[in-house]
């Protein structure tokens, strides 16, 4: 009998779920504005409401767990968050114990930096040995890593936030908490600034009509530098790039790369890095949510 996922994304602008079945197929999705969620005093009632017709109409006895992908810190046992910076009241809850007590599935969480990593990695059919890192440039400056098939989460939970290493000289105040962190410079936050205050156009046009402007070449080399400085201590495999930045009108992919690759030691990793750019894909995130799951599951049967 076939068995399903129960595969839910909350991200900072939408919430997407559905079902996934064994095979990673997704055979139901929706999405919604996550500022319901937010909105919603009660989030575990929330989800529960969403995801309650599929339990029903499929049979509870035929779900596997239910698993999560969010914009979120967390713990290194992924059972609390600790701060999901765009929906009120996530942060310091355990909502895998609140989704498991609610429908009586096993349930599991993930940050969607990771889930967007494994996502790409599967449909690719990649061969997963050594390392193989992903940048995801949107509101922030998201990164994944994985090592031999398996997302590296550290030894606290907390691998991987290349947004946050400092720049010398710079003090700029984060929301980390920190000052001088690169993704002020090197994100779509920056440039949102220098749409707003120095072209006065919608930020998704900036890259056609003010390509050339160094201001906004600067946050490209930020982008770059920061990549070029996980590519110099890693020497991955390869580089999976995404998020919405990469993906808005006349971004500068060549140039990226070019400039990545300048500031790489020669002759590798420069000469053996390779890009890939990642899918956008609406369902993504569930989909790497149920790879996530299928992961956690098998090493807890080991």
Known sequence: MAEYYLAIEIGGTNLRYGVVDENFQVLEFQKEPSRFLSDAKDKGAYIEQLTAPYLERYGWERFKC?????ASLMNRERTINYNSPHIRGLDHISLTEILSGQTGLPAFMERDVNTALLYEIWRRNMDSRGIIIGIFIGTGLGNAM???GKIYIGHSGSACELGHIPVM???QSCGCGKEGCIELKASGKALH?????????PVSDIFEQYGDREEVLDVVRA??????????ILDPRCVILGGGVVEMKGFPMEYFE??????LRIPNPRESVVFYRAENAPEAGIVGAAINASARMADTAR
């Open 169 to 171: 000289g710079f003090h």
């Open 66 to 70: 239910i698993t999560l992908s969010l």
């Open 146 to 148: 994985c090592i031999d």
């Open 193 to 201: 600034r220098l749409a707003e205050h120095l072209f006065h156009c």
């Open 223 to 232: 982008c770059a530098a920061a990549a070029a400085t996980e590519i110099t």
């Open 258 to 263: 070019q400039t990545v690759r300048k500031n």
